[in-house]
């Protein structure tokens, strides 16, 4: 995995995190805000050809 793919990958993972917890802490703000990163870096993995379907299940639920 390149340098490019596995800083990708980190910060969905984060992102995903940050959701979970603004969620579940009743931070609709924030919330939003990490569901507008998760589909920046959603984009940005989708021009660069990285398969994100595979490890990245919760996406699907999370929208």
């Known amino acids: 995995m390149t340098e490019f793919m596995t800083t990708l990958h980190l ?3 984060d992102a995903l995190e940050s ?7 009743g931070d609709e703000d924030l919330a939003v ?12 993995a989708g021009r660069h050809g990285v398969d994100l379907s595979c ?8 929208a």
Not at 19 to 25: G, Q
Not at 55 to 62: F, K, T, V
């Open 11 to 13: 910060r969905i993972h």
């Open 19 to 25: 959701l979970r917890r603004a969620r579940a802490r």
């Open 33 to 44: 805000t990490q569901a507008g990163e998760i589909e920046d870096l959603v984009e940005i």
């Open 55 to 62: 490890a990245y299940r919760e996406l699907a639920d999370a």
